[in-house]
């Protein structure tokens, strides 16, 4: 029964990233981190000999062990890059922030430059 649950659930994490892929909902670079994960699952979900296999050969008594410390390391994993985007995201976002606020202050200078010069061409004008 658990082996049956592991193959539908590898071929669902599978068929979700495919289908967020193919909907723009989800980018190249972590898609391949879940396909990978989704691959996994489905490969230990078909052979779970593999895991006993590993197991015996990290020395860890108890599969579920190995999972849950393969896990840990994954989640942690996924952190670290995650929190590196983020960084990433808000040094783009202050430089961009930056530029508008730089943009923004030329503009209203040009903008007071061209109100004094209709004002001064004004005044030009009425004078005979």
């Known amino acids: 029964m658990i082996v049956i ?4 659930l590898a071929l669902v994490i599978l068929a979700i990233v495919v289908w967020m892929l193919l909907a723009r909902k989800l980018r190249e670079k972590y898609a391949a981190m879940w396909l990978v994960i989704g691959l996994a699952v489905l490969v230990l979900g078909i052979f779970p000999e593999l895991l006993l296999g590993l197991t015996r050969l990290l020395g860890v008594q108890v ?14 994993g996924v952190t670290l890059h995650l929190s590196w985007e983020l960084s990433q995201a808000e040094e783009e976002i202050r430089r961009v922030a930056e530029e508008a ?4 202050a030329e503009l209203e200078s040009l903008e007071a430059r061209i109100a004094m010069l209709e004002s001064t061409e004004g005044r030009a004008g009425q004078d005979p």
Do not use: D, K, Q, Y
Request: hydrophobic share 75%; charged share 5%; proline share 5%.
């Open 5 to 8: 649950f592991g193959i539908g």
């Open 101 to 104: 606020a730089i943009s923004r």
């Open 63 to 76: 599969p579920a062990n190995l999972l849950f410390a393969l896990a840990i390391v994954l989640l942690l």
